[in-house]
């Protein structure tokens, strides 16, 4: 994981990203795509770097809620920002447990992947 912000950083004249991830399961041949724990950049022109929250009332375990955030607007050029959005996304990732998702005996040895848009 230690490359994808060096390449997603080399890709940013798109001006948004969206990192999906997915739980795999090769024994089980089964696929989880984890639709919460998504992460979007978008790079503004005039606009200060900043994060977008989730709303302070919702259903989603205190899990992702403490420790990702789903947006980040980036302002043009901030590199330092969106290296350090990305870093400590893919940080915190690395910390989930995914304890609700691992309920389903299928997904129990179930390793995590990331797809890029």
């Known amino acids: 994981m230690t490359a994808l912000p060096d390449i997603i950083l080399d890709h940013l004249d798109i001006g948004a990203v969206l990192i999906v991830q997915f739980l795999l399961s090769f024994n ?4 989880y795509e984890l639709l919460y724990y998504k992460f979007q950049i978008n790079v503004e022109e005039d606009e200060a770097s900043h994060y977008i929250e989730y709303p302070a009332i919702n259903d989603l375990p205190e899990e992702i809620t403490s420790k990702i955030r789903p ?3 980036a302002a043009k050029g ?3 920002f969106i290296r350090d959005a990305i870093v400590n996304y893919l940080s915190a990732m690395d910390t989930m447990l995914f ?3 691992r309920r389903n005996p299928k997904l129990i ?3 995590l992947f990331y797809q890029v848009y």
């Open 78 to 80: 901030d590199v330092d």
């Open 28 to 31: 089980d041949l089964a696929t």
């Open 71 to 73: 947006k980040a607007i």
């Open 109 to 111: 040895d179930a390793e």
């Open 99 to 101: 304890e609700s998702e």
